[in-house]
């Protein structure tokens, strides 16, 4: 089980931050919020081929986690892979893992249009879409009912270039039912299981640009959309796969937040990481960008909104996906996450504990 007691070490050592950079984490040292409320649960996603099997891997999680979600072994192709076949082994084993651990576990993700197998290119109308969707949110909402409380429901609805809420990605399921898919997927998870809390999950919502305030402008009026036909929706998921290379457009996001509070929805950060490929060689000062650029980010959503979770997408660079599109020119490893390769805590995990308790 996570432990709470390792606040006062790691904020102890916040002047570590100070030390490797000067003014520029110096100015960062004002506190991120009020420091009254409980700790944001924090977690990280996790391979489930090193859970119990890498002894180190394991004690991290075990160490820094109250909550994990799968990187892999919930998505639509590793849990359903043919029309008639599912397969929960991966799955068992992460949900096993976090019960036996008393880990919370989020669910990732029932609807995604990066993970579909190929036989729901077979379905060929909107009534045998609507049931092969159907069908796949009832299996597995209420086979983890137990363990997951907090449900991706639809990932990465939008559109890169998206400037309306109807700017959808093309999927078997939006060909299939237009829009509506998202209303039908969030009904089925709802009508599975009714206590869960269901979230719509983006990226690329946070930085200074055109392209992403139009983002930003398209998943408000979806949002909108959704909740004036009285579909059921508790959450948005702020992936937070941030770029070190890209400022955060504090002031766009802190006004999107803040919508979206007063649409009565929650805030989740739910896949943090900063892609550092542009950043600095050298490794102190590298670590320091990258945690101050979370800080930017989780400091814009923490002014407007209580984060109900904070996630990162991985829990240590010696495993990330980082690499698979971001390599850096000059060689040398990515470090995106909160704890190093061999496991040691970066100034990002300073940011992360600030942010989770307050100060
Ligand atoms: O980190 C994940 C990587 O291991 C997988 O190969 C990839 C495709 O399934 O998905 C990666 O995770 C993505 C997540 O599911 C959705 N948001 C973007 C993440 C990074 O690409």
């Not at 924090?42 to 991290?60: H, K, N």
């Not at 299981?193 to 269901?198: I, T």
Request: net charge negative.
């Amino acid at each position: 089980m996570a432990t709470f007691s390792r606040r006062e070490t790691l904020l102890g050592g916040a002047g570590v931050l100070g030390a490797l950079a000067g003014n520029a984490l110096a100015r960062s040292q004002s506190p991120i919020s009020s420091g009254t409320h409980s700790p944001i649960p924090f977690g990280a996603a996790v391979r489930p081929a090193l859970l119990g099997s890498d002894a180190d891997y394991t004690r991290a999680i075990l160490t820094y986690c109250n909550q994990i979600v799968a990187e892999g072994g919930f998505l639509f192709v590793d849990l359903h892979p043919q029309r008639k076949e599912f397969r929960f082994d991966e799955a068992d084993r992460v949900s096993a893992f976090a019960l036996a651990n008393g880990l919370g576990l989020r669910g990732h993700t029932l609807v995604w249009y990066g993970v579909m197998p190929p036989w729901t290119e077979e379905i060929s109308s909107a009534a045998e879409a609507e049931r092969e969707l159907e069908r796949h949110i009832e299996t597995v909402v209420s086979r983890y009912g137990s363990s997951i409380r907090s449900w991706n429901v639809v990932n990465e609805a939008l559109r890169d270039d998206a400037k309306r809420g109807s700017d959808l990605r093309p999927l078997i399921w939006q060909r299939r039912l237009g829009a509506d898919y998202i209303a039908i997927a969030l009904r089925a998870a709802r009508a599975t299981d009714p206590s869960a809390e269901l979230v719509l999950n983006e990226y690329d919502i946070e930085f200074v640009g055109d392209r992403f305030r139009g983002k930003r402008a398209a998943f408000c009026e979806l949002v909108h959309t959704l909740l004036d036909q009285g579909v059921p929706l508790d959450a948005i998921g702020l992936q937070g796969h941030l770029k070190g290379d890209l400022d955060i457009d504090k002031e766009g996001l802190g006004a999107f937040v803040s919508e979206m509070r007063k649409a009565g929805l929650k805030i989740l950060v739910t896949e943090l990481d900063v892609v550092d490929n542009q950043l600095p060689a050298d490794l102190r000062m590298r670590d320091v960008e990258v945690a101050l650029r979370a800080k930017d980010f989780l400091a814009a959503i923490a002014a407007e909104a209580p984060l109900s979770a904070l996630l990162a997408w991985g829990i240590s660079d010696r495993f990330t996906w980082v690499p698979m599109y971001f390599k850096r020119s000059d060689g040398l490893p990515n470090r995106p996450l909160p704890l190093d390769a061999e496991y040691k805590p970066k100034p990002l995990m300073q940011i992360v504990d600030r942010v989770r308790y307050g100060v």
